[in-house]
């Protein structure tokens, strides 16, 4: 049976022994046995052999050479994975030292040689049970081990989890009860007793009736409906404790027939945060739709809703609002609100000396919160306040002062006139609440009529501006337009002839006159600009055009000085939209400033830039003048103010120039800068915004302008001025209008008008009796005299916007012949727009007029018109080839330099059309040198003249190719 048990077990033997005959026979002996063997001559060998597969039993001899068995056995026991390893000796010593020595070193064993078979697996099977047995017990004791930790591990979580749950219990609010339904008595005493009874009190044993007093029927009731139904029951309740109520959540459980568990939390602090939130809810509600009346409707109405709500939810008799006045030397209920149990007091406190309430009034300077919760209860300095409040049957007060940047304007307040009442913090804190509110609305109240106020009386003394700008205007140029006319007839020698001298002195007062009137206009234009009255009128302006226009009006004066003057505009820069008069102001007026500071042989010039990223364009006006300092710049662009006194005796001006300039400019949206050296010069530059137009080509038709013919039988003028009735008739005479009627009273021109007919109406606005806008209204109001031509003329600038006018001109006095003669055009077009049809092409010539420059254009056209001929104009060479194919003119006068297709191209593609070849061409051109005329007559055109072009001799070139109309 050991055998078999060995054998099944297979245990594996390591024999360590230099003689191999001793080796042989143990292998064999124990290989026969079922054991696993192996064997090894030497010491060291059988350590590595033991380390590298621990065997389950070692036979080692002891006498080896290099390292005998002791020395093997010490190194065995001493490694970790070999220490374990039962050894038996192997000896032929069979002394007893040996033996001792043997098993001191760790052996289990010692056999003696010569071997005896039974002896050797006797001791070899003994070892190795008891090797497996130290092996089951080990296993047995690592088993218990880990039981005894798992176990000790159950207990600390048994202990913990005790000692949680009493904590939780301990800790605990809820109440929980056992109770008996039989005799109402209590099983278990309540986690939580001290609420109920005094500490050591005896609970067990008391009944449902003694616990929960007065309540005792409704729980009695709770817990027998619970047991009928076996199922738990939740309901709330309260309790009176301590003279406080208190809320509880029960579940009632059954635990048996008769018995029942009963489990009750406080929720005393839900239902106080429950209703904290209502009463949050309610007053911001209150607050929220005050505010609202604030912003939705007029200060009474919404003081009065305040006042409303605030009394009816403080539950008091009387709400209100007190306003301090004159200083806060007086004090005025201005709003009030009554319940049903009080009588209004608004009539009694007004203009109520505050020393009326001194205590309360010193209060509210500082600032603080008067509350009166009885008035018996005033303190004696408040003496007089409670002799007052007494009067008034207030029994209880709150004030809250009203204060606007840190002032006491007022207070909003409550009281009761019946009872005593203490206002608790959150109605304190809603009345504090509502007072900014009130204080602010008040505050914005009195600020808009403040605002109201100024306004009124900014548009009052606006309205004495423009009256008075008016009246200047007509008191400056009424006199003005005499002056200027009655020089300009007496200079033609209307009534006689002159001296050389007489010349000379009325050149003097024209030209004295013209000074004073572009200082009038420049105060006006700069008043208007003020007053915000000016607007601009925006349109496709050519740069080049404006240019040389605004060089023109000084190039008198530089030639006196011989001033160089130039211009330096780059090409194909086209058109901007701007005002052009208004730049054309600001142009000249930088020139005339820089051609005046300018000593004599400088330099002045005008140089534009266009930069398309920017969608700027900038005028450069340079000199190369006296230049400015650096600290006086600023003064420059000031109304009224020029450089010191020594400049202004030496160089003539009002110090407005530069002011206007800036004006317009930024009326534009642009900008003026300077740059100056004193000795060397300045640079004023102009930017404006580039806004450019594409321009369509019109209807040919629509770009066709026809001459006009002053045929007027009969002129109705009135006109209070002799001087000017005399002026405008002078001008019509020289126009070959004969018959003319001057009325000099606003009142009867309708009548007069019927009476005469006339063809046109010259109104000045200024007359004596009666508005010129009123005269004009009945002529327009009459049927017979509605369609009558109209030309308005007046010192005060045409308003912005003149309504329905219908055919009506308007005309700034002074004014030219010229300015007179073209509103005359104006006029006529617009009538036969409405009235008569336009000429034929068959009885009036048409001629072309390509040309970009609108200063030209205008020259031209103007003149050509008075001639007899129908005019068009393109303003660059692919119209003009265009409208020559769509209007096939009589004629076309050409200029040469055109932006997009110059001149030259435009002629040569017109003589290339079959249809047009033959269309007579006049080349305009500024060029003049050699060469040039015969380019032009090269490319097709009849006839050459050089700009600038006589007119008359434009007239004689026509001519040559088309009769006069």
Same mark, same amino acid.
């Given at each position: 049976?050991?055998?078999?048990?060995?054998?099944?077990?297979?245990?594996?033997?390591?024999?360590?022994?230099?003689?191999?005959?001793?080796?042989?026979?143990?292998?064999?002996?124990?290989?026969?046995?079922?054991?696993?063997?192996?064997?090894?001559?030497?010491?060291?060998?059988?350590?590595?052999?033991?380390?590298?597969?621990?065997?389950?039993?070692?036979?080692?001899?002891?006498?080896?050479?290099?390292?005998?068995?002791?020395?093997v056995?010490?190194?065995?026991? *001493?490694?970790?994975?070999? !220490?374990?390893?039962?050894?038996?000796?192997?000896s032929?010593?069979?002394?007893?030292?040996?033996?001792?020595?043997?098993?001191s070193?760790?052996?289990?064993?010692?056999?003696?040689?010569?071997? #005896?078979?039974?002896?050797?697996?006797?001791? @070899?099977?003994?070892?190795?049970?008891?090797?497996?047995?130290?092996?089951?017990?080990?296993?047995?004791? $690592?088993?218990?081990?880990?039981?005894?930790?798992?176990?000790?591990?159950?207990?600390?979580?048994?202990?913990?989890?005790?000692?949680?749950?009493?904590?939780?219990?301990?800790?605990?609010?809820?109440?929980?009860?056992?109770?008996?339904?039989?005799?109402?008595?209590?099983?278990?005493a309540?986690?939580?007793?001290?609420?109920?009874?005094?500490?050591?009190?005896?609970?067990?044993?008391?009944?449902?009736?003694?616990?929960?007093?007065?309540?005792?029927?409704i729980?009695?009731?709770?817990?027998?409906?619970?047991l009928e139904?076996?199922?738990?029951?939740?309901?709330?309740?309260?309790?009176?404790?301590?003279?406080?109520?208190?809320?509880?959540?029960?579940?009632?459980?059954?635990?048996?027939?008769?018995?029942?568990?009963?489990?009750?939390?406080?929720?005393?602090?839900?239902?106080?945060?429950?209703?904290?939130?209502?009463?949050?809810?309610?007053?911001?509600?209150?607050?929220?739709n005050?505010?609202?009346?604030?912003?939705?409707?007029?200060?009474?109405?919404a003081?009065?809703?305040?006042?409303?709500?605030?009394?009816?939810?403080?539950?008091?008799?009387?709400?209100?609002?007190?306003?301090?006045?004159?200083?806060?030397?007086?004090?005025?209920? $201005?709003?009030?609100?009554?319940?049903?149990?009080?009588?209004?007091?608004?009539?009694?406190?007004?203009?109520?000396?505050?020393e009326?309430?001194?205590?309360?009034?010193?209060?509210?300077?500082?600032?603080?919160?008067v509350?009166?919760?009885?008035?018996?209860?005033?303190?004696?300095?408040?003496?007089?306040?409670?002799? /007052?409040?007494?009067?008034?049957?207030?029994?209880?007060?709150?004030?809250?002062?009203?204060?606007?940047?840190?002032?006491? &304007?007022?207070?909003?307040?409550?009281?009761t006139? #019946?009872?005593?009442?203490?206002?608790?913090?959150?109605?304190?804190?809603?009345?504090?609440?509502?007072?900014?509110?009130?204080?602010?609305?008040?505050?914005?109240?009195?600020?808009?009529?403040?605002?109201?106020?100024?306004?009124?009386?900014?548009?009052?003394?606006?309205?004495?501006?423009?009256?008075?700008?008016?009246?200047?205007? #007509?008191?400056?140029?009424?006199?003005?337009? /005499?002056?200027?006319?009655?020089?300009?007839?007496?200079?033609?020698?209307?009534?006689?002839?002159?001296?050389?001298?007489?010349?000379?002195?009325?050149?003097?007062?024209?030209?004295?006159?013209?000074?004073?009137?572009?200082?009038?206009?420049?105060?006006?234009?700069?008043?208007?600009?003020?007053?915000?009255?000016?607007?601009?009128?925006?349109?496709?302006?050519?740069?080049? =055009?404006?240019?040389?226009?605004?060089?023109?009006? @000084?190039?008198?004066?530089?030639h006196?000085? !011989?001033?160089?003057?130039?211009?330096?505009?780059?090409?194909?820069?086209?058109?901007?939209?701007?005002?052009e008069?208004?730049?054309?102001?600001?142009?000249?007026?930088?020139?005339?400033?820089s051609?005046?500071?300018?000593?004599?042989?400088?330099?002045?010039?005008?140089?534009?830039?266009?930069d398309?990223?920017?969608?700027?364009?900038q005028?450069?006006?340079?000199?190369?003048?006296?230049?400015?300092?650096?600290?006086?710049? #600023?003064?420059?662009?000031?109304?009224?103010?020029?450089?010191?006194?020594?400049?202004?005796?030496?160089? /003539?001006?009002?110090?407005?120039?530069?002011?206007?300039?800036?004006?317009?400019?930024?009326?534009?949206?642009?900008? &003026?800068?300077?740059?100056?050296?004193?000795?060397?010069?300045?640079?004023?530059?102009?930017?404006?915004?580039?806004?450019?137009?594409?321009?369509?080509?019109?209807?040919?038709?629509?770009?066709?302008?026809?001459?006009?013919?002053?045929?007027?039988?009969?002129?109705?003028?009135v006109?209070?001025?002799?001087?000017? *009735?005399?002026?405008?008739?002078?001008?019509?005479?020289?126009?070959?209008?004969?018959?003319?009627?001057?009325?000099?009273?606003?009142?009867?021109?309708?009548?007069?008008?019927?009476?005469?007919?006339?063809?046109?109406?010259?109104?000045?606005?200024?007359?004596?009796?009666?508005?010129?806008?009123?005269?004009?209204?009945?002529?327009?109001?009459?049927?017979? $005299?509605?369609?009558?031509?109209?030309?308005?003329?007046?010192?005060?600038?045409?308003?912005a916007?003149?309504?329905?006018?219908?055919?009506?001109?308007?005309?700034?006095?002074?004014?030219?012949?010229?300015?007179?003669?073209?509103?005359?055009?104006?006029l006529?077009?617009?009538?036969?727009?409405?009235?008569?049809?336009?000429?034929?092409? *068959?009885?009036?010539?048409?001629?072309?007029?390509?040309?970009?420059?609108?200063?030209?254009?205008?020259?031209?056209?103007?003149?050509?018109?008075?001639?007899?001929?129908?005019?068009?104009?393109?303003?660059? =060479?692919?119209?003009?080839?265009?409208?020559?194919?769509?209007?096939?003119?009589?004629?076309?006068?050409?200029?040469?330099?055109?932006?997009?297709?110059?001149?030259?191209?435009?002629?040569?593609?017109?003589?290339?059309?079959?249809?047009?070849?033959?269309?007579?061409?006049?080349?305009? $051109?500024?060029?003049?040198?050699?060469?040039?005329?015969?380019?032009?007559?090269?490319?097709?055109?009849?006839?050459?003249?050089?700009?600038?072009?006589?007119?008359?001799?434009?007239?004689?070139?026509?001519?040559?190719?088309?009769?006069?109309?």
């Amino acid at each position: 049976m050991n055998n078999q048990f060995i054998a099944i077990e297979k245990a594996n033997i390591l024999i360590v022994d230099d003689t191999l005959e001793n080796l042989r026979l143990l292998s064999n002996m124990l290989t026969q046995e079922g054991y696993k063997v192996r064997g090894v001559p030497k010491g060291q060998k059988a350590i590595a052999t033991a380390q590298l597969a621990p065997p389950d039993l070692i036979l080692l001899d002891i006498m080896m050479p290099e390292m005998d068995g002791f020395e093997v056995c010490q190194q065995l026991k *001493a490694g970790e994975t070999t !220490r374990d390893i039962p050894v038996i000796f192997l000896s032929a010593l069979n002394d007893t030292l040996d033996k001792i020595k043997a098993f001191s070193i760790g052996g289990v064993d010692y056999i003696t040689k010569p071997f #005896h078979v039974e002896e050797v697996l006797a001791r @070899v099977e003994n070892q190795l049970r008891l090797r497996s047995l130290q092996k089951q017990l080990l296993e047995q004791n $690592t088993i218990l081990q880990k039981e005894i930790r798992e176990r000790q591990v159950l207990e600390k979580r048994l202990r913990d989890s005790e000692m949680e749950m009493r904590g939780f219990f301990e800790a605990m609010s809820d109440i929980v009860l056992f109770i008996n339904e039989e005799d109402n008595s209590l099983k278990i005493a309540p986690t939580n007793p001290d609420r109920f009874y005094p500490p050591d009190t005896d609970i067990l044993g008391q009944t449902i009736e003694l616990f929960s007093g007065d309540k005792a029927e409704i729980f009695n009731s709770k817990i027998k409906q619970t047991l009928e139904i076996q199922q738990p029951i939740n309901f709330e309740y309260s309790l009176e404790l301590e003279n406080r109520q208190i809320w509880f959540i029960a579940s009632i459980a059954p635990t048996s027939e008769n018995t029942v568990v009963w489990v009750a939390r406080d929720i005393s602090d839900r239902y106080l945060a429950e209703a904290a939130q209502k009463r949050r809810g309610t007053m911001d509600n209150l607050l929220l739709n005050i505010s609202r009346a604030f912003l939705d409707q007029d200060i009474d109405t919404a003081i009065d809703f305040t006042l409303s709500k605030i009394g009816e939810y403080t539950g008091s008799d009387r709400s209100y609002i007190i306003r301090f006045c004159d200083q806060q030397k007086y004090l005025s209920m $201005t709003h009030e609100w009554c319940a049903k149990t009080a009588d209004p007091q608004t009539e009694l406190l007004q203009e109520i000396p505050v020393e009326t309430f001194p205590w309360m009034y010193e209060q509210l300077l500082l600032g603080k919160t008067v509350m009166i919760s009885d008035v018996d209860n005033l303190p004696p300095e408040a003496v007089a306040d409670k002799t /007052a409040l007494t009067c008034l049957s207030i029994r209880s007060l709150i004030n809250i002062p009203l204060l606007h940047r840190n002032q006491l &304007v007022g207070c909003i307040g409550l009281v009761t006139v #019946h009872i005593a009442k203490q206002w608790n913090a959150e109605e304190i804190n809603l009345l504090k609440l509502v007072g900014e509110i009130v204080a602010i609305g008040l505050a914005r109240n009195d600020a808009e009529i403040e605002r109201q106020q100024a306004a009124a009386a900014a548009f009052a003394a606006s309205q004495a501006k423009s009256e008075f700008l008016a009246n200047m205007s #007509h008191e400056l140029r009424t006199p003005l337009t /005499a002056i200027l006319g009655l020089s300009e007839v007496l200079r033609e020698e209307t009534f006689g002839p002159l001296t050389a001298k007489q010349h000379q002195k009325l050149a003097t007062i024209e030209q004295s006159g013209q000074h004073l009137l572009e200082l009038i206009n420049d105060v006006l234009d700069l008043s208007k600009i003020e007053a915000g009255k000016m607007e601009l009128q925006l349109a496709p302006t050519d740069i080049s =055009g404006l240019c040389n226009a605004s060089l023109a009006f @000084v190039r008198q004066q530089a030639h006196q000085k !011989r001033i160089q003057l130039t211009c330096q505009v780059p090409p194909q820069i086209g058109k901007i939209e701007i005002d052009e008069r208004r730049m054309r102001q600001v142009l000249i007026n930088l020139l005339s400033n820089s051609v005046k500071f300018t000593p004599e042989g400088g330099e002045v010039w005008l140089e534009v830039q266009a930069d398309r990223e920017r969608e700027i364009v900038q005028f450069s006006v340079v000199d190369t003048g006296i230049g400015i300092a650096p600290q006086d710049i #600023h003064k420059l662009f000031r109304p009224f103010v020029q450089l010191e006194g020594a400049l202004n005796r030496r160089y /003539a001006g009002t110090g407005l120039g530069l002011a206007l300039v800036r004006q317009v400019v930024e009326l534009h949206g642009g900008s &003026v800068c300077l740059e100056s050296e004193v000795g060397k010069g300045s640079r004023f530059t102009v930017s404006v915004p580039w806004r450019q137009k594409s321009e369509a080509i019109p209807h040919p038709e629509s770009c066709i302008s026809y001459p006009y013919c002053f045929n007027f039988n009969q002129v109705l003028i009135v006109e209070d001025s002799a001087p000017a *009735a005399e002026q405008v008739a002078h001008y019509l005479l020289e126009l070959g209008v004969k018959n003319y009627t001057i009325h000099s009273l606003g009142t009867g021109t309708t009548e007069a008008a019927l009476q005469l007919n006339p063809d046109a109406i010259i109104l000045d606005l200024q007359l004596p009796d009666r508005s010129g806008w009123d005269v004009l209204a009945q002529l327009r109001s009459e049927q017979r $005299t509605q369609h009558i031509p109209i030309l308005i003329v007046s010192v005060v600038d045409k308003p912005a916007r003149t309504g329905d006018l219908g055919v009506c001109e308007y005309l700034v006095k002074p004014f030219s012949r010229h300015q007179f003669q073209l509103a005359l055009r104006k006029l006529i077009a617009k009538r036969d727009a409405t009235d008569n049809p336009k000429p034929t092409a *068959a009885t009036t010539p048409l001629i072309l007029l390509a040309e970009d420059s609108e200063t030209t254009i205008y020259t031209i056209v103007e003149y050509l018109e008075l001639k007899g001929y129908r005019m068009a104009t393109a303003v660059n =060479g692919i119209q003009a080839v265009q409208m020559t194919k769509q209007l096939k003119p009589d004629l076309v006068l050409m200029d040469i330099q055109m932006p997009e297709m110059d001149g030259l191209e435009a002629t040569r593609q017109i003589r290339a059309d079959g249809e047009i070849a033959a269309t007579p061409i006049i080349a305009l $051109t500024a060029l003049a040198l050699p060469g040039d005329r015969e380019k032009c007559l090269e490319a097709g055109a009849n006839e050459y003249l050089t700009k600038p072009v006589s007119l008359p001799k434009l007239t004689e070139a026509i001519a040559h190719f088309l009769p006069a109309s």
